[in-house]
């Protein structure tokens, strides 16, 4: 096994699990593997929110939880499960999933400026806050500051995203380039499960059997991140922002998701 701290896994009150997930199930948050919207515990967190800790040493700790439930059994988000993939793909190909990030995807669609690891001391970096202060747990803060959130913490620009929103929005080319080859694109944007419409790190709105529009949103510390991409006109918005109170997150979300609504059906 590639990952042999997953070779015996526990579920929580049912005892030892059959199998370890499939990476089809940690990419579609059927892992098994617990989630931050489900009671995690102060442990679970320091899993996927110490940023001095390694991915190696996140995943470790990881593989030591136990299942919530069976792999494949239930839909339940999980960042500790992205992490897994992370590491997996580390591990595969020998270099750091930042590593793979930049040639795999940020190279190809020239994203200079979208990295798991910016400068602490760029001046550029938004950094919300809370309680008058900057929020303690975005990432780059960090003394050392070493994981990779592999769902969580990439950092990037409202160009970047944009470039990365069109080429999903061609379905998987860009400039006349294939960055992602058309089952690759095809197994991004299908539903594998079914009972809940999301597929492979996206929510799928799916019309007559087909996947018609893409997104995703995402919160860490301050920081605020919304995707929405659809398939059919090609129309996409992508939203990147910071709180200096994050008591109005959710009324700030509901209004932002009603703007977007509206401009990606134009």
């Not at 515990?41 to 800790?53: C, E, H, M, S, V």
């Not at 690759?184 to 594998?192: K, M």
């Not at 922002?241 to 134009?266: G, M, W």
Request: overall charge neutral; hydrophobic content about 35%; glycine content about 8%.
């Amino acid at each position: 096994s590639l990952l042999p701290e997953f070779e015996h896994l526990e579920i929580k009150g049912r005892g030892p699990a059959d199998r370890a997930p499939t990476l089809r199930e940690l990419l579609c948050h059927r892992s098994g593997i617990y989630s931050q919207k489900l009671e995690m515990n102060r442990r679970q967190t320091k899993w996927i929110r110490d940023f001095t800790l390694t991915l190696e040493d996140a995943v470790n700790g990881i593989a030591k939880e136990p299942l919530i439930a069976a792999p494949g059994e239930v839909y339940a988000y999980s960042g500790a499960g992205n992490c897994v993939f992370g590491r997996f793909a580390e591990v595969v190909t020998g270099q750091s999933f930042e590593a793979v990030l930049q040639e795999t995807i940020a190279q190809p669609l020239a994203l200079w400026r979208t990295t798991y690891f910016p400068d602490p001391k760029d001046p550029n970096i938004a950094t919300g806050s809370i309680n008058g202060k900057p929020h303690s747990e975005t990432p780059h803060l960090s003394e050392p500051f070493n994981l990779p959130l592999i769902g969580g913490s990439l950092y990037s620009t409202a160009q970047d995203s944009a470039r990365f929103a069109r080429m999903i929005a061609s379905h998987g080319r860009f400039d006349e380039r294939t960055i992602l080859l058309p089952d690759s694109f095809g197994t991004l944007t299908r539903l594998h499960f079914e009972g809940k419409s999301y597929g492979m790190g996206w929510s799928l709105k799916i019309q007559n059997g087909e996947t018609v529009e893409l997104s995703h949103s995402g919160a860490l510390a301050s920081s605020r991140t919304t995707f929405r991409i659809n398939l059919k006109n090609g129309m996409f918005v992508v939203a990147l922002y910071t709180l200096t109170d994050p008591s109005v997150s959710s009324t700030t979300v509901r209004e932002i998701n009603r703007a977007i609504t509206v401009a990606v059906k134009e």
